[in-house]
Nanobody, 120 residues
Framework: QVTLVESGGGLVQPGGSLRLSCAASGSIFSINGMGWYRRAPGKQRELVTAIRADGSTYYSDSVKGRFTISRDNAKNTVYLAMNSLKPEDTAVYYC??????????????WGQGTQVTVSS
């Protein structure tokens, strides 16, 4: 079993910055993809950004150039640096990690979610 613990959400003014962290722990042999999703009020959950084991990244058009995803493999942790935040970035942010206990079969795990509110 793998547990993800998120931290770093909060209230920030438009134009401000926040950094989210998501640490994975438990029966982990290897981690493949790591990513961040968000769900805004009244909307469906959407993929914001993801990073593969080889370091390649994906960003949705809405955050490209403002958000940066990174990972620390030694700590089994993924980060999301969010700059130039806008009110439309307000959402609950969830991390997602594909982890394996044996290196063969990977399972997707979800964090508990952390609220990000962008408001003046």
């Amino acid at each position: 079993q793998v547990t993800l613990v998120e931290s770093g959400g909060g209230l920030v003014q438009p134009g401000g910055s926040l950094r989210l962290s998501c640490a994975a722990s438990g029966s982990i042999f290897s981690i493949n993809g790591m990513g961040w999703y968000r769900r805004a009020p009244g909307k469906q959950r959407e993929l914001v950004t993801a990073i593969r084991a080889d370091g390649s990244t994906y960003y949705s058009d809405s955050v490209k150039g403002r958000f940066t995803i990174s990972r620390d493999n030694a700590k089994n942790t993924v980060y999301l640096a969010m700059n130039s935040l806008k009110p439309e970035d307000t959402a609950v942010y969830y991390c997602n990690v594909a982890a394996s206990s044996d290196g063969d079969y990977y399972t997707n795990y979800w964090g508990q979610g952390t609220q990000v509110t962008v408001s003046s």
